[in-house]
């Protein structure tokens, strides 16, 4: 196991220098008077480009401004997001922690519904409950996000006025920048009650929901799906009608005996859905305009912010490699006949 | 000998339900077990042998239905329990071990959890007690190491020892009637027999009542006190063992015994009983064995013969119809 974990960590560095490297291509597209004018506040003033150009190497070849980047990256330094108008370090360390938040949020709301219905689904087929759930989940499927969500935002903004998108509140910034408010954890909703700021909490919270419903909608349905078809298969097999044999009480038969076998793909599908909803809540986090890290990306390639594009990138690929890895972990831990080697 | 039946089976119909078709696959078996026998139930795929075994517990898959007869444990019919009571037989009553062991334990639960939730869904004893007794009954099985092997999941033990599981569980509450349904089909000859041995030697231990389901002759004569022979949904034979086995009524019970291959017998061919068996559920008018039997008159293929007693034996043949008797 601990081998396992090792030999795949020393397969981080490769992916990152793989993604990073591509992306440093592309970049190479763009002249090196594009790529310098972000950084300079008048490009008007005679030289200034020019100068930019030459303390970065703008025109050096690909390999060695891809090296000298590296050599950067690897002491901790992303370079300058013009974008963010901060570090690209401090940017990701400042927006991820809403985007798990909200990641985690989501995926908790989506296994929890999408199990407990998915099986029930399963364990009432082709009943009222079965047509329902398949119905609801077809529904939340065929949706794309950006209606759902403009849709949330219409009715529950707009019309009803109970959360409220945009930015947190006024107080709520003052206080989570105040000299008072300890940061514990980077995560608002946990640091707010540390702090022992209901307010913050609660705001922080009801900025959450929309997004967090949003993005559950679609992954519901995948999962209710996955859910549903692996409990049918397991309850089709032999050992099902032996535990029934044995004399155990229905609930047992369904969730200790089925329901631990049929989980087994759903950890799959979830771990693949939390991470790319790290990376990846774009569509949302622009709609709600969530100050998470997926704003952050889309700014950055909006405004052909390099370093950001490259600090982004990576970010993902190691929350790829890492997450990956993790459900390998978890599976250890449903099914004893998985073993990593 | 005037002994209740501990198990009362009586015009036992199960069909099939196949796009608003009914297919009537066991066409109404009866027969009674009285306590510490061993009726073994013999039959070719598709005779109905395991879906009457399913029956008994009301196990079936979904698409199957019982379509009417009775099956009564001590007096009580189990077809019209409630599922509470039909809970509290299974496994603790009447237990039930199955073809395929590997497939019959939950592949991500230990063999000892496995055991100690079917003492626990039946007495009210603690886990420690529960996990105790376990160990017993596995070493009772005859499985080495009991303590260690507990924790050990279904995947880490042969066909063989999962079958010893599946054993120690059905006898974890020492049932009533034990029905094992094809136990060693799916294991090695070798091990075929000691798990018979173990099943017989436990019997009578126990003096449990055995259903023992198979298509295996020479098992069932191992085996069994009675024997009731299967052949399209519909009992052929039925008589003691030794009585069926020396002195076949049936046509088909005879080229069952005569399709037996013997080792110390060379023969050019294998001796088989030409045609197919009747296709489940589309049930001829008359005998099912009639287009396969070397004996049939026409009265066969149109009329069912029922079931003639011949002393202590039951035959459905038309050949063994009493003589003076209007039918």
Redesign the interface.
């Given at each position: 196991m601990l081998r396992y974990i090792i030999r795949r960590l020393l397969l981080l560095p490769l992916v990152m220098v793989g993604v990073t490297f591509l992306l440093f291509l592309l970049t190479q597209r763009l002249s090196p008077e594009m790529r310098a004018s972000l950084y300079v506040r008048d490009a008007r003033q005679m030289g200034a480009l020019e100068e930019v150009i030459s303390q970065y190497g703008l025109r050096d070849p690909v390999l060695k401004q891809y090296g000298r980047w590296m050599k950067n990256v690897i002491k901790g330094d992303l370079g300058y997001s013009p974008s963010a108008n901060m570090p690209v370090a401090k940017a990701i360390k400042e927006y991820l922690p809403a985007t798990i938040q909200l990641a985690v949020v989501t995926m908790l709301l989506v296994v929890f519904f999408g199990v407990w219905f998915g099986a029930s689904s399963a364990v009432h087929k082709d009943k009222w409950q079965d047509t329902l759930v398949r119905l609801v989940s077809v529904g939340g499927f065929s949706l794309p996000i950006f209606v759902l969500g403009l849709l949330l935002l219409m009715v529950f903004y707009g019309k009803l006025g109970w959360f409220s998108p945009g930015g947190y509140s006024f107080q709520t910034d003052l206080i989570i920048h105040g000299v008072s408010f300890k940061t514990y954890t980077g995560f608002l909703l946990i640091d707010s009650l540390l702090n022992g700021q209901f307010r913050v909490f609660v705001d922080v919270l009801s900025h959450l929901v929309l997004p967090a419903v949003t993005l559950c909608i679609g992954s519901f349905a995948l999962m209710v799906r996955v859910m549903r078809s692996s409990m049918l298969e397991e309850l089709?097999?032999?050992?099902v009608?032996?535990?029934?044999?044995?004399?155990?009480?229905?609930r047992?038969v369904i969730y200790?005996?089925a329901g631990?076998?049929a989980i087994i793909p759903v950890i799959t599908l979830a771990s693949i859905q939390f991470i790319r909803l790290l990376g990846g809540t774009v569509i949302v986090e622009t709609i709600f305009d969530y100050p998470g890290i997926g704003r952050f990306g889309v700014l950055a390639a909006q405004q052909l912010d390099i370093a950001g594009i490259l600090g982004f990138s990576l970010m993902v690929a190691v929350l790829f490699v890492v997450g990956n890895l993790l459900s390998d972990i978890l599976y250890t831990a449903?099914?004893?006949?998985i073993r990593l080697e | 000998m005037s002994v209740s039946p501990i198990l009362e089976v009586r015009n036992l119909q199960i069909s099939f339900v196949e796009q608003n078709r009914n297919r009537l696959v066991l066409r109404g078996l009866s027969y009674s077990l009285e306590k510490g026998r061993v009726l073994a139930v013999v039959g070719e795929s598709g005779s109905g042998k395991t879906v009457h075994a399913?029956g008994l517990?009301s196990?079936l898959?979904a698409a199957a239905r019982i379509s009417g007869g009775e099956v009564r444990y001590k007096g009580q019919n189990l077809l019209a329990c409630s599922?509470e009571q039909l809970?509290?037989?299974?496994?603790?009553k009447i237990?039930?071990i199955?073809q395929?062991p590997s497939?019959?334990?939950?592949?991500?639960?230990?063999v000892g959890q496995q055991l100690i939730?079917?003492l626990r869904?039946?007495e009210s004893i603690s886990k420690e007690e529960a996990a105790r007794k376990a160990i017993e009954l596995l070493d009772k099985v005859g499985i080495p190491n009991p303590e260690k092997r507990l924790d050990e999941?279904p995947?880490q033990f042969s066909g063989g020892m999962c079958q010893r599981v599946?054993i120690a569980?059905a006898l974890a509450l020492k049932p009533d009637i034990l029905i094992a349904d094809e136990p060693t089909t799916a294991l090695d000859v070798t091990i075929q027999a000691q798990i018979l041995r173990l099943m017989k030697d436990l019997q009578q231990e126990y003096g449990m009542a055995v259903i023992f389901i198979t298509h295996n002759l020479a098992l069932a004569a191992a085996i069994a006190d009675d024997v009731l022979v299967l052949y399209g949904g519909l009992c052929m034979e039925q008589a003691p063992a030794e009585k069926l086995f020396t002195h076949p009524l049936h046509p088909y019970t005879q080229g069952l015994l005569g399709s037996l291959v013997s080792v110390s017998r060379k023969t050019e061919h294998l001796p088989a009983i030409p045609g197919n068996p009747p296709i489940a559920g589309e049930p001829l008018p008359g005998c099912p064995f009639a287009p396969r039997c070397s004996q049939a008159t026409e009265k066969c293929s149109q009329k069912l013969p029922p079931l003639f007693a011949k002393g202590s034996c039951y035959v459905r043949c038309w050949l063994e119809e009493p003589h003076g008797s209007t039918h």
């Open positions: 089709n097999k032999e050992y009608r032996s535990a029934r044999a044995k004399g155990l009480y229905e047992q200790k005996h631990k076998n449903v099914d004893p006949r | 399913l517990l196990l898959p599922a809970r509290q037989i299974r496994g603790a237990a039930m199955f395929d497939a019959s334990l939950n592949p991500v639960l230990t939730e079917t869904a039946h999941y995947f599946m569980m």
